[in-house]
């Protein structure tokens, strides 16, 4: 039996994935968590043996989150389960240790096929994944924003998607001054001059919708 914790912030999520897992005969949710808090502080006590993870919690972030968690745990597989597409975050979490990334709009066979892979130690990519994964080694050159740090990214997706830098302070427990120095380095490394052109790169790379 694969016992399984949640993850979410919505309540309706983990309702919903309860009741696919209850059609399977070996996939159990044995705990759920509706932040990234909640989840460390049940990792540090129980055992688990797949862990659905959202990227967007309220209190500590999906990536940050699953950073802490591969310092107290890193042989428990962690499965990506957001409404972001992969161009946003996969390659990232990927690298911080996820075993997997899906989509929410995946089907639940593929979400099911997905658990029972990284149960065993191994790693699911979508097909889709797969394929932007290979186009980035033919072309041999890494994409513009992967230069930026983990917290760099996601505030320039968060400028991208139109958010002011005091609703993004807020949202990441952050100051303004905080927000603003970060910024200064996307700017500078994207070699962009403005928010407008940060928003018009993000939209071209399908980074925000």
Do not use: W
């Amino acid at each position: 039996m694969i016992r399984i914790i949640i993850a979410d912030d919505h309540a309706v999520v983990r309702k919903g994935l309860k009741q696919i897992f209850d059609e399977t005969l070996d996939l159990v949710v044995t705990d759920e968590a509706n932040s990234g808090i909640e989840l460390l502080e049940k990792i540090k006590k129980n055992d688990y043996d797949v862990v659905i993870l959202d990227i967007s919690m309220p209190g500590k972030d999906g990536l940050d989150t699953l950073k802490e968690l591969k310092g107290i745990k890193p042989d428990l597989p962690v499965l990506i389960f957001t409404i972001y597409p992969e161009e946003q975050y996969a390659v990232r979490v990927l690298k911080a240790g996820a075993s997997g990334y899906i989509n929410k709009e995946s089907e639940p066979e593929l979400l099911i096929e997905a658990i029972r892979k990284v149960s065993h130690g191994r790693k699911y990519i979508s097909p889709y994944l797969a394929e932007l994964l290979a186009s980035n080694l033919d072309t041999g050159e890494a994409p513009l924003h992967e230069q930026l740090s983990d917290r760099e990214y996601q505030v320039m997706c968060m400028i991208a998607s139109g958010k002011t830098a005091t609703d993004i302070a807020k949202e990441l427990s952050l100051s303004i001054n905080t927000i603003s120095t970060y910024r200064i380095r996307i700017l500078e490394k994207m070699g962009m001059k403005n928010n407008a052109e940060i928003t018009h790169y993000a939209l071209k790379n399908r980074l925000v919708e």
